[in-house]
């Protein structure tokens, strides 16, 4: 990949989104904003899984702990969204995006192997959410959405270093930057085979 298409995107993401997705995700806002708010709910459910299966990681429990907060407040505040627009709450859809990247994780192993696969993967979630609500936030015309999006970006890029600092933590350095940069290769591929399509985040 050449240095300038890099330097489009975020947090080291291989294949950057294409901004014309912005354009239909406006155009189905109601969709858009049910798959958003089933988002939040899954990395809420997902943080509270994480401390539940690792209580004994210290450091996981306090940092994740106030992330499960975060990210239940993410959820009610796309619900605040809707009803503002008097939308409503649509049915949660099946996640492909999210589907696949499970299947990617190495199934098996210890304990510990399983708890890298398991923060990898949400660092990568929160790190493409990251990068389209940074779209979302500089292209979509509606300018309270603009500012909407943009909060949501600075929160889940923080999410994103955090999930990546316990995997070090917790696999070290060395394993846990060669299996990251396993499955950047993988999303990037992933993200390739999905058709720009704009009722859901990813
Ligand atoms: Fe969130
Ligand atoms: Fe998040």
Known sequence: MSESLKSKTTLGLELPTDPRWVNLAEKSLQDILTDHAYCEQKA???????????????????????????????????????KKRNLTLGRQRKDEYVHELLKFQKKGGSYEDRLLEKL???????????ERFRLLSLHISDPALREFYHGFMVSEAGHYKMFLRLAKLYAGEEKASKRWREYLEFEAGLMATFSATGDRMH
């Open 44 to 82: 809420a459910s997902t943080c509270i899984s994480l401390i539940t299966m690792y209580p004994e990681k210290e450091e996981l429990l306090e940092e994740v702990m106030p992330v499960v907060t975060e990210e239940w407040g993410h959820f009610r505040l796309v619900i605040a969204e809707l």
């Open 120 to 130: 990898l993967t949400c660092a990568l979630i929160e790190a493409r959410s990251c």
